[in-house]
């Protein structure tokens, strides 16, 4: 079993940045490929971004490349989401996911998930 508990979301302003966090727990996540995927109201889930088992390779989706950066720290246990140049349209839960699959882009992929964290952008 794997437990994933995110935190580090908040309210800001549109420009400004954050750093979500992905707290792990269990069975060795250090072997696990971990994604962050969103859902806004009214919206299904969507992927954001993912980083293979060691750390390199990092995928992200168009819509924040070159503003979101997935790292993680595997002696921590920790994922991390740092976020740049906010826009309103990031404005949604942020949930961290694990899987030992390799299709990283879809939410079914993925068998932990956290609890997520309320990311809100304001004008």
């Known amino acids: 079993q794997v437990q994933l508990v995110e935190s580090g979301g908040g309210l800001v302003q549109a420009g400004g940045s954050l750093r979500l966090s992905c707290a792990t727990s269990g069975r060795t996540v250090s072997t696990y490929n971990m994604g962050w995927f969103r859902q806004a109201p009214g919206k299904e889930r969507e992927f954001v971004a993912a980083v293979i088992w060691s750390g390199t390779t990092p995928l992200y989706a168009d819509s924040v490349k070159g503003r979101f950066t997935i790292s993680r720290d595997n002696a921590r246990g920790t994922v991390y989401l740092q976020m740049n140049s906010l826009k309103p349209e990031d404005t949604a839960v942020y949930y961290c996911?694990?899987?030992?699959?390799?299709?990283?882009?879809?939410?079914?992929?993925?068998?932990?998930w956290g609890q997520g964290t309320q990311v809100t952008i304001t004008i």
């Open positions: 996911a694990a899987t030992r699959k390799w299709i990283l882009v879809r939410p079914m992929e993925y068998n932990y």
